[in-house]
């Protein structure tokens, strides 16, 4: 079995979590990704971030929101995803990058437009009366 290690940020606003769709994807995915050799959680996060969203997360202020597992949208069946979430403040101005197509803000009633990890999240968002139906 493969496990792919991904963080991701999560940040709310108005019972609405900010959500990335990268060029070429049919899915959204929360902004974040995958950790590089030696990277700890922090150092994946801001790094991630930054190129995603050009934005600098404040470390000092992250939680740890949970950690979920799932199949890995895209990938072959078995090979899952460990998606370790954060929540932290930033500084900057929220943009998409070169890779990103679109920034979106969704709520659960978007559930099925994001990959099947996000599901996972985007319920318990809901169910800790942190994301709107």
Avoid: N
């Avoid at 769709?21 to 899915?27: A, T």
């Avoid at 943009?95 to 994001?114: N, Y």
């Amino acid at each position: 079995m493969t496990v792919i290690d991904k963080i991701a940020w999560i940040h709310l606003a108005g019972g609405a979590v900010l959500s990335t769709r990268s060029k070429g994807k049919d899915v959204y995915y929360l902004p974040g990704g995958k950790r590089e050799p030696g990277e700890s959680d922090m150092d994946t996060l801001v790094r991630e971030v930054r190129e995603e969203l050009d934005v600098a997360i404040a470390v000092s202020s992250s939680e740890h929101l949970g950690t979920f597992h799932a199949q890995a949208h895209g990938h072959a069946t078995g090979t899952l995803v460990r998606m370790t979430c954060y929540t932290a403040e930033y500084a900057g101005v929220l943009g998409a990058s070169s890779e990103i197509e679109e920034i979106a803000w969704l709520t659960h009633r978007d559930r099925p437009r994001v990959s099947p990890v996000d599901q996972l999240i985007f319920d318990h968002l809901r169910d800790t009366a942190r994301l709107t139906s």
